[in-house]
């Protein structure tokens, strides 16, 4: 930002454009992908609220997501930039296993936006997704401007949040069937005790982008206003929690309208209903059943860690205690099918822990070229049922990548005959085209 500040007609230039670009945004009512103008490399997707005054100061929302994907959540989310009145933007250039590009990226936002617009200095806030999340709270724990962070799916990767001085107010959000599910109410748990701000929102789903109106929740508790007219899911929160105590989900609906009932607006229905559900049958009880469920998981979820960094890097070629392997997959499937709604809740989670494990293991591995490793990976992967991954596709993929083309053949026999495996797959995949001919791999078919 400061090399365009030298001379004076360059300024009035940039002023010009960035008149030009609120001006753009608020006609199309779209989320634009925008060059930071002091580097071209850098881009963030930006929306502004449907009736946004040049003149007015507005919070402004920052996402991150894993995958760099910052038009997503501002897309999805423009209702509530409308309705709630807040500028949202989404780093096209922040992902997972590279901080710098969060760091960077998020700073050199921040900056930009503040620069071309009015922005409420007292709400200014990240939300990210997954290690987008964790991103989100690292910068804010070391970040005086970062006034809030909304955590989707995951906390945050150290204690410094917790430790830090700053008042940070944390909304965490999680699907019941998130493989981070346990951590979200653990990490709530803690900034409680440390008497820090803290909500935590439950929606019906897995490892996602929550859906609009947690979201809106959550924005609005940031807000901190005692009395709003803007729209806040009364009705629809209500029901949830209703249904959730009439399914037998007893504590977890009650743990709901315990969250609810720090949002100001959701307070009086919230904080009624807490009575209501702990005078119900059976309340005691499933609250037990709850936290020994929830216990069962944090080990399973330690083991089952431990016991994969082991086989992955371990100096065998192979992934070894096959049986092993197979009776912990068992076990999740079982739960899966659980009669119990929160065993079958837990069995969804660890199904959805331990492919993401695998898969962004594998992706990781195969990047830094490290072959044998990858293909452990891809092979306690196979033991599960995520079967729309392909892992013989990814084991022949990290065969070819260790020029392993007997393992690599046998591989992909079997994925094209039970993963239905394409023609174009293999024919544009470079680690297999660079160990076998287009012949050699037509005929794979013809077999």
Known sequence: MQAFRYKLFIVCFLILIFQNVSAQVKENQSAEKLSILTNDSLQYSLYLPANFENDKYYPLLIFLDPSARGDYPVKQYKKIADTQEVILAGSLNSKNFDPSSSFGSTSTMLQDITYKFKIDKERIWLAGFSGGSRAASSYAAKNESIKGVIACGAGFSDAAFISSNKSIAFAGLVGYKDMNFEEMIRVNKQLTEANKESLLLFFDGDHMWPPEKEMSIAVQWLMKEEQSDKTIFLSDNFREIESLRSAGYLYMS????????????????????????????????????????LSDETTFL??????????????????????TWKSRINTINTLRKNKNGYKKFSGERLFDFTWRLCIEQYNWLMTSRQYKQAYKAATILSFNTAFFLKPEFL??????GSKDSKKCINHLKYSIK???LSKENILNDGLISDLFTEDELSKLFNE
């Open 395 to 400: 084991m022949a993929r990290a065969a070819a």
């Open 254 to 293: 009650w743990m709901m309208a315990s969250e609810n009932s720090k949002v100001p607006q959701l307070f009086n229905y919230s904080d009624s209903l807490k009575p209501i559900i702990e005078s119900t049958k059976g309340f005691s009880k499933d609250k037990i059943m709850f936290e020994n469920v």
């Open 418 to 420: 039970n993963e239905k």
């Open 302 to 323: 330690d083991e089952f860690s431990f016991l994969f960094g082991q086989a992955v890097f371990s100096d065998v070629d192979e992934v070894s205690n096959i049986d």
